[in-house]
């Protein structure tokens, strides 16, 4: 029952599934004030862990400050040009 040379892993099989992935990102996205995670995933009966992962999966990533800094220097150039 060793590992094996040249042997593949098989993937973990899902825990939750996916349509309460969606429903608890939604959920996350719609509220207002954002709720706390470790509650609303105790709600729902997930990890909170789970929970933040999907959350942050979901989320487009945040701007790097290189990305600010070459849209902001773009953004100059263009309405210089359009002046």
């Known amino acids: ?4 040379k ?3 892993a098989m993937a973990a099989p ?6 309460l992935r969606q429903r608890a990102v939604a ?4 509220a207002d004030p954002k709720p706390v995670i470790r509650q609303m ?4 009966g ?3 862990e789970a929970l933040r992962n999907w959350i942050r999966q979901e989320s487009p990533p945040p701007p790097t400050t290189a990305g600010a800094a070459r849209f902001t220097s ?3 150039a263009d309405a210089t040009t359009r002046s």
């Open 1 to 4: 029952m060793g590992h094996q």
């Open 6 to 8: 040249g042997a593949f």
């Open 14 to 19: 899902m825990k939750y599934p996916p349509e």
């Open 27 to 30: 959920a996350y996205r719609a």
């Open 41 to 44: 995933a105790r709600d729902l």
């Open 46 to 48: 997930v990890h909170h």
């Open 74 to 76: 773009r953004a100059r």
